[in-house]
Antibody
Framework: EVQLVESGGGLVQPGGSLRLSCAAS????????MTWVRRAPGKGLEWVSA????????YYTDSVKGRFTTSRDNAKNTLYLQMNSLRAEDTALYYC?????????????WGQGTAVTVSS | EIVLTQSPGTLSLSPGERATLSCRAS???????LAWYQQKPGQAPRLLIY???TRATGIPDRFSGSGSGTDFTLTISRLEPEDFAVYFC??????????FGQGTRLEIK
C-alpha cells in the first residue's frame, strides 16, 4: 500500500524557515518524480515544486523560486521541502504527491498534508 | 502558463441527480493532459480522471470525463451522498508550471 506522510509544519514568523519532510512507502521511491502542492485557506490547489526520481532536476513555481528548495534522499525514501524567507502568503496546507506510474505529471497518491502558518 | 477556469463555482444538487462540471483552458491542452481530483474536508485530494477521460483505479463508473482542446467536462451520472465535495481540474502539459483550476464546490441542495 502506498503511503505518504508529511511532517515538519508549524507556526513560523515572517522571514523564518521550516523544513518539511514526506516519508514514502509502498512503492519504489527512486523511480518516481515527486511533487509538493499547497492549498491556502479558502483557496484552491497550487503546484509548488517537483523533483525528478534521481533528484537531478527540480522545478518551482515563480513565487517560491530562490526561497524554497526541494530535495530527496532515495536511501531514506524521503522527500524534503526547505522553505526560507517565509511570507504570510505561504500559509497553507502542504501536500506531497507521487507522480503517476506512466511518468506524467498528474498525481495518483497524496499525503494528508502538513500545515504551515506564517504569522507574527 | 495555461490558466484553467472552472464553472460553476458552486453547484447545488440533490442525491440521484446528474452533475456536470466544466473546466476551460486559456490555450489548448495538448494530448488531453487533463486530470480531475476530488477533495473532501480534512482529506487529501483523490485522483478521479486522467488523460481527460480515463478513470483512475477504483473510481466508480458514475464518474466520467470528456472534452479536448480547451473545453473539458467531469460528469457524475447519479450523485451519491459521498460525492459532495470540491472538484479540481489540472493540466500537465509539458514542463512545469503545472496548473489547477480554482475548484467547483458540489453541495447538497
Amino acid at each position: 500500500e502506498v503511503q505518504l506522510v508529511e511532517s515538519g509544519g508549524g507556526l513560523v514568523q515572517p522571514g523564518g524557515s521550516l523544513r518539511l519532510s514526506c516519508a514514502a512507502s509502498g512503492f519504489t521511491f527512486r523511480t518516481y518524480a515527486m511533487t509538493w502542492v499547497r492549498r491556502a485557506p479558502g483557496k484552491g490547489l497550487e503546484w509548488v515544486s517537483a523533483i525528478s526520481g534521481d533528484g537531478a532536476y527540480t522545478y518551482y513555481t515563480d513565487s517560491v523560486k530562490g526561497r524554497f528548495t526541494t530535495s530527496r534522499d532515495n536511501a531514506k525514501n524521503t522527500l524534503y521541502l526547505q522553505m526560507n524567507s517565509l511570507r504570510a502568503e505561504d500559509t497553507a496546507l502542504y501536500y506531497c504527491a507521487k507522480n503517476a506510474m506512466d511518468g506524467q505529471a498528474y498525481y495518483d497518491y497524496w499525503g494528508q498534508g502538513t500545515a504551515v502558518t506564517v504569522s507574527s | 502558463e495555461i490558466v484553467l477556469t472552472q464553472s460553476p463555482g458552486t453547484l447545488s444538487l440533490s442525491p440521484g441527480e446528474r452533475a456536470t462540471l466544466s473546466c476551460r483552458a486559456s490555450q489548448s491542452v495538448s494530448s488531453n493532459y487533463l486530470a480531475w481530483y476530488q477533495q473532501k474536508p480534512g482529506q487529501a485530494p483523490r485522483l478521479l480522471i486522467y488523460g481527460a477521460s480515463t478513470r483512475a483505479t477504483g473510481i466508480p463508473d458514475r464518474f466520467s470525463g470528456s472534452g479536448s482542446g480547451t473545453d473539458f467536462t467531469l460528469t457524475i451520472s447519479r450523485l451519491e451522498p459521498e460525492d459532495f465535495a470540491v472538484y479540481f481540474c489540472q493540466q500537465y502539459v509539458g514542463s512545469p508550471p503545472i496548473t489547477f483550476g480554482q475548484g467547483t464546490r458540489l453541495e447538497i441542495k
